[in-house]
């Protein structure tokens, strides 16, 4: 992992507890911590002052894959008592820094890892199976680019994404290709009839009814806030973080259930 020179500095001092959220490290739980990623340091007379040697200990990683050590050691949730305001403040301090460089902090089941960003997000032409691995692989994508502030990019791939399971489902059951016309909710209408999800009140428990419609709202909203708030149309509002987190944990979920639909219905 190689980082700009301009940054080491403030690594240095975010991890000594000198800059940013993160808590003071004294001397001796400083030489711990970097210990703890590799080196074999003494804390004693003539040590130098704490951010100089945490900088030190950053450039002499710099380059190589101790610094991703050091960055994902540094961000263990465990460090913190489980404080998720403590870390995600850390972690957004980090990213801030690294995204430069083409890195980012993303979260990958409790812990966070130094991911590599570039290239095309989401190209559902070049899937040939769908399934709740390739959903999970491209919800981390669209959360790299939440974590280098592209919130509206992340919006136009948590859609893309959709599309790109419902166009699957409709195929795979019809036996056709589908040719995408833009248009999220009529395909949506359509995995639902090859799905055979049409609804009937009368046969299912009112709590259950009400869940399964909200798929039809996070369909519809993701439709409208992908027009208004993604990077392929022009940006309406002011688009936040929590939009952008909005629309991806709810394309997760729907794509997570179609899969699970059609894996029992058609096997």
């Not at 808590?23 to 003494?42: A, E, I, M, Q, T």
């Not at 999970?136 to 680019?145: D, T």
């Not at 009529?186 to 049409?198: E, Q």
């Not at 309406?236 to 909005?246: E, G, P, S």
Request: glycine share 8%; hydrophobic share 35%; charged share 25%.
């Amino acid at each position: 992992m190689k980082i700009s020179n301009k940054i080491t500095e403030q690594l240095g001092k975010i991890i000594s507890g000198d800059q940013g959220s993160a808590p003071y490290l004294s001397g001796p739980r400083l030489v711990d911590f970097y210990n703890s990623c590799g080196y074999d340091d003494s804390y004693g007379e003539g040590f130098p002052t704490r951010w100089i040697y945490s900088t030190q200990k950053i450039e002499e990683s710099n380059g190589t894959d101790r610094l991703k050590i050091i960055l994902e050691e540094f961000v263990d949730p465990r460090r913190y008592g489980g404080n998720e305001d403590t870390l995600g403040a850390i972690v957004d301090s980090i990213n801030q820094l690294i995204k430069y460089d083409g890195y980012a902090l993303i979260k990958k089941g409790f812990n966070y890892k130094v991911a590599l960003l570039k290239g095309s997000y989401i190209d559902p032409e070049a899937v040939l199976k769908i399934g709740h691995e390739y959903v999970s692989e491209q919800i981390e994508k669209c959360q790299e680019k939440i974590a280098l502030d592209d919130f509206s990019g992340a919006i136009t791939n948590a859609r893309t994404l959709c599309e790109a399971v419902l166009i699957h489902v409709i195929e795979s059951v019809e036996n056709v290709e589908v040719n995408n016309d833009g248009k999220i909710t009529n395909l949506w209408s359509r995995a639902k009839k090859a799905l055979k999800l049409d609804l009937d009140k009368s046969e299912i428990p009112e709590y259950v009814f009400q869940i399964l419609t909200g798929l039809d709202s996070i369909v519809n909203g993701l439709a409208g806030l992908s027009n208004n708030a993604g990077d392929r149309h022009a940006n309406k509002f002011n688009t936040k973080k929590h939009h952008a987190k909005v629309a991806v944990n709810s394309a997760m979920t729907l794509c997570d259930f179609v899969i699970d639909i059609m894996s029992l219905k058609f096997k």
